[in-house]
């Protein structure tokens, strides 16, 4: 269910979602925080989705939360799906730690890795690039910020504002991993 949800992201967001699992589980390794698997996976695919439709004043995590929770009830998981939200919301949140929600912190640092080369020197070498190789960036420099900037226009008072008035548009932009989409070695 969670791999069909994550193609109606559009491909960008999708493999962007892939690589966020892979790279995201393999820093929780490095770290030795015990994730559970499926939560992480399916929150990893899918903590972008919101951000395929712009709400002005709501938060895409929050759509983001409710898509998880759609997936999880369709699987029969409904219990799963309120702590799958509660990480796709808690992934946007600057600062988070891992005791503040688990699989959210370590969606961030997979996703932030991959997008801005964050903690990139934490993984063994050729690793990122690997994930690259596996799920290809399919724009995903150029498509995000334009995301990023679409949802901090359309909800001024929200975190993806201040990360964009922090220059995480351009960060992703100028991101050393946006090396790896041309590369196909």
Sequence with gaps: MAEEAAFEQGLALRQHGYRTWLIGAALADQDRAGLDPELFYITSLLHDAGMVSAVAGQDFTVRSGQILMDVCR????????????????????????AGDNLAGC????????????????DLPRGYIRRAYQAYPASGAHAEIPRLIRREAR?????????????GMDRMVAASPTRLYSRSRS
């Design 74 to 97: 369709r699987a029969q998981a409904s219990g799963r799906g309120q702590e799958a939200a509660d990480a796709a919301v808690a992934h946007a949140t600057p600062g988070l730690r």
């Design 154 to 166: 359309d909800v001024p008072d929200g975190r993806f504002a201040m990360l964009r008035a922090a």
């Design 106 to 121: 370590y969606v961030q640092a997979g996703a932030m890795a991959d997008l801005a080369g964050l903690r990139m020197w």
